[in-house]
């Protein structure tokens, strides 16, 4: 830092020189060069354990429905509205709403459901298309 003498005799500071400045800025960008590829690898590790948590959310509202159905899940054609208002044909068994609103995934897309499932033939599956919202491909997570 720039120091210099008044007329008075008294110190004052002037500010910070050009190359001070620039000294602290190359630290700075050297340190964000090695924290930012760490917490951007976080963030997708992040996002798929919020779908995992949306997942398992959506399986659990599926076996309160199934428990107030005699044990039968909604059709694939039902979809996922069926857990959250009350279907148009007349259902006296429907308790629900069985969830809030309609789940996403961490990136805002729908989860899907499929019954019968093609990992669990004999019941359903829930699933996220992942990152890139495209079915089949080796991001879909499901639970």
Known sequence: ????????????????????????????????????PKVMGRQKHANEDATKLSLHGLKQALRMYSL??????????????????????????????????Q?????????????PGKRNRDSFDVYSQGEDGVDGTADDIYE
């Open 68 to 101: 107030d159905h005699s044990g039968k899940y909604p059709t694939t054609a039902d979809g996922l509205q069926v857990l959250i208002t009350l279907p148009q044909k007349k259902d006296n068994r429907w308790r629900g709403p069985y969830l809030e609103v």
């Open 1 to 36: 830092m720039k120091k210099s003498r008044s007329k008075d005799g008294s110190r004052s500071i002037k500010g910070f020189t050009l190359m001070e400045v620039l000294l602290v800025l190359a630290i700075m960008g050297m340190i964000m060069s090695m924290v930012i």
């Open 103 to 115: 789940p996403l995934d961490a990136w805002g897309n729908a989860l899907r459901y499929v019954i």
